[in-house]
């Protein structure tokens, strides 16, 4: 076999295998210099020592009582294979936020994203497991991953530089998910205590139980987290839906009940604002059959969301399925931030630099030729998302939320979050000032 006769993948694995045989002392940097030889030679002793690897990984997973996966978009093509392995194992699936949409929320053992924006149970899947395997992601915030040392720990990852980057991980395997799980099934063991399993499963319950509450809390006019449930509740089984960087992330994250071919993205590692209409123009150019809704921020519709507008009018007729809503979140504010330095510094909001010029986006769209709805009253929510999502065009949906409805840590206690809603909700600010300390203690503990 010559240098030519390899494809990327395996190039890559053999760069890979290198890398590792270096550190690992056993090729020196002088063989492996200018020697294409010595590369393949490093590619082929990696693929003998796979079985053996293989092994060890099962071994891990097959010891832990406890066992908690968590996936990124790189485990998209190996869906199947991570649902058996969490069958066998007893275990629960915890998704980075760029691997939202790769497995269904419906399934009880998933519980939901991770991280900041993250859900309870996701935080404590993490917190409790005893085992980790980690297949596509590098999810970077390992606060929220396993304590150092409490769990052992075994990564999937195609790019072998990913490896062991984010949690010191026993056992790695480079490879795509897909071949590398369906390798490693036949030697895993079906756990026959499923408590753990019952556990995880009653967590997502009673999440999603509360999620469904903390949606219907009454706000001013509309609570944000509504507007997203009731999306949820609605969408159809094919949507795409993009979302912005701002508050509206959160609900994205945690309120939205990803299901059937639904696809999610959003700008997952620069977080950068603007992003969520001009992906929700490449989703109709990738998939003009499909409908499509956008969660932006009000902030990100000034910085380029409404010049975006003028896109989607101009091109709309090149979309077999015309639907493609742009929600904006109005609340006359840079919402995120405003509740990060409440949180993180205990300032009260800082008006100078937090409060945005009041925009009519309805109108703006309607001068488009845009049907767009503003909405005042969170009973309405619903029928505004059934008119955009039955439109024969894109929509607006415009809508007045409240800013002083706080994205809240998923590892914020049910008590905490409770009083500080309410607090907030009666204008409040001392008992909210002082809620947020001790949030912010926590918060300080977790971030970098
Ligand atoms: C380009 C860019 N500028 C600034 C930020 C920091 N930032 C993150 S969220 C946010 C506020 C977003 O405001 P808005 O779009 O109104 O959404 P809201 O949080 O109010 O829902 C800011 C300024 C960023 N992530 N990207
Ligand atoms: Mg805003």
Redo the contacts with the bound molecule.
């Keep these: 076999m010559v240098a030519a006769d390899l494809d990327e993948r395996q190039i890559r694995e053999a760069r890979v295998g290198v890398l590792l045989g270096l550190l690992d002392n056993r090729l020196d940097i002088w063989s492996t210099r200018d020697r294409g030889g010595d590369v393949l030679r490093a590619y082929e002793g990696c693929r003998r020592g796979e079985a053996r690897e293989l092994r060890r990984a099962a071994e891990v997973l097959n010891s832990g009582d406890k066992v908690a996966i968590l996936i990124g978009q790189g485990a998209r093509d190996a869906v199947a294979q991570v649902r058996q392995v969490a069958d066998l194992t007893g275990a629960g699936v915890a998704k980075a936020l760029l691997g939202k949409d790769v497995m269904s929320d419906d399934l009880p053992y998933v519980t939901g994203s991770i991280g900041l924006l993250g859900t309870r149970p996701s935080y404590e899947l993490m917190r409790d497991c005893d085992t980790l395997l980690i297949v596509g992601s590098n999810f970077p915030y390992s606060q929220f991953l396993p304590e150092y040392g409490k769990a052992r720990a075994v990564q999937i990852d195609v790019d072998g530089t990913r490896i062991g980057m984010r949690y010191p991980t026993e056992v790695n395997l480079v490879g795509d998910a897909h071949s590398t799980l369906r390798a490693l099934l036949p030697l895993l063991r079906r756990k026959d205590n499923r408590r753990w399993r019952e556990k995880i499963e009653k967590n997502v319950a009673d999440w999603w139980h509360s999620m469904q509450h903390q949606a219907m809390v009454s706000a001013d006019p509309v609570n944000p987290m509504r507007i997203v449930h009731e999306l949820s509740e609605r969408a159809p089984d094919d949507l795409i839906v993009t979302a912005?960087?701002?508050?509206?992330t959160n609900w994205y994250a945690r309120n939205l009940r990803m299901r059937g071919q639904m696809r999610g993205s959003l700008s997952g590692t620069l977080?950068?604002?603007?992003a969520g209409v001009p992906y929700a123009i490449g989703a109709k150019f990738a998939h003009p059959g499909r409908p499509v809704v956008a969660l932006v921020?009000?902030?990100?519709m000034q910085m380029n969301g409404m010049a975006e507008l003028i896109t989607i009018a101009r091109y709309q007729g090149l979309w077999a399925d015309p639907r493609c809503v742009v929600c904006v979140?109005h609340?006359n504010?840079?919402?995120?931030?405003t509740w990060e330095l409440r949180a993180m510094g205990g300032a009260p909001k800082f008006e100078e630099s937090q409060v945005?010029p009041d925009v009519n986006y309805a109108a703006f769209a309607a001068s488009l030729g845009l049907p767009a709805i503003t909405v005042t009253d969170p009973d309405e929510l619903g029928s505004a998302w059934d008119q955009a999502l039955k439109a024969d065009m894109p929509a607006v949906l415009d809508i007045r939320c409240d800013a002083e409805i706080p994205p809240i840590p998923p590892h914020a206690t049910a008590d905490q979050v409770r009083s500080m809603t309410e607090a907030i909700l009666k204008g409040d600010a001392e008992a909210a000032r002082i809620i947020w300390d001790a949030i912010r203690t926590k918060l300080a503990e977790l971030l970098p």
């Design positions: 912005d960087s701002g508050s509206s977080a950068t604002m603007g921020g009000d902030g990100a979140f609340n504010d840079l919402n995120q931030v945005l």
